[in-house]
């Protein structure tokens, strides 16, 4: 009985082929379009920390910001922070960040952001290439502004959700989390093409099955007749 299935489903690949292949092709073709289009990259989040205990003040020059941090997932991509402006638009200042990869001391990211782009308690989110690698590593974000005074400053918050993480505030630790979140890169396509390439690459064997089993093949023939 299983084997007479077997054998009408495989006779009425054998009549469509054409028309399966070139809806294959469209389907290839189409989800091209559409990953050059829409570019195929979503993030998720991995909170670090979250429960809002202390700011650590004005941020003014000659303060700075350090915190340690593990990524459990593969593909970092960003790190998120919160900041607070004190209700106002604050010009002419900046943020200057740093990102280190604690196991081979690499810059993952360093970069500068103006405080007129800061929202108050907005999630701000500083991007870099995504790092594929990432599991299990830890890494080093050091905050440092610029040009900032009472008049301009922002400021972070730190939160303490008793996971026993520490913060250093001017070169003294205090016990809490920078207020963040990790940005995970995922490919938002990846189970599409991975089924398309599966069903491809089955049309690609039963293309191959006629010489490597012409007998089967023949079987098929003669049953359908």
């Known amino acids: 009985m299983v084997k007479q299935q077997w054998t009408r489903f495989c006779q009425w690949i054998k009549r469509h082929a054409k028309v399966i292949t070139f809806s294959i092709f469209c389907i290839f073709a189409l989800l091209t379009v559409i990953t050059i289009l829409f570019p195929g990259k979503t993030y998720s989040q991995a909170t670090l920390e979250s429960h809002i205990s202390q700011n650590v003040g004005p941020f003014i020059d000659g303060k700075s910001v350090e915190y340690e941090f593990s990524c459990e997932e593969d593909g970092l991509s960003g790190v998120q922070i919160l900041f607070s402006t004190y209700a106002r638009v604050n010009a002419g200042g900046k943020i200057h960040v740093g990102i280190t990869d604690l196991q081979t001391n690499k810059v993952v990211y360093q970069g500068i952001i103006k405080t007129e782009q800061l929202q108050d308690n907005q999630y701000y989110p500083v991007m870099f290439p995504e790092i594929p690698d990432s599991k299990g ?24 959700s008793g996971q026993d993480s520490e913060i250093m505030v001017d ?41 490597k089993y012409p007998k089967i093949w023949e079987e098929i023939g003669e049953e359908r007749e």
Not at 138 to 146: D, G, H, R
């Open 171 to 211: 070169g003294e630790t205090v016990t809490g989390g920078l207020i963040s979140d990790l940005l995970i890169s995922k490919n938002r396509y990846r189970l599409l093409w991975e089924l398309l390439l599966l069903t491809a690459g089955s049309f690609a064997l039963w293309g191959i099955a006629p010489k």
């Open 137 to 160: 590593k830890q890494y080093n974000i050091k905050l440092y502004p610029e040009n900032c005074d009472l008049s301009n400053a922002v400021t972070f918050w730190i939160g303490d």
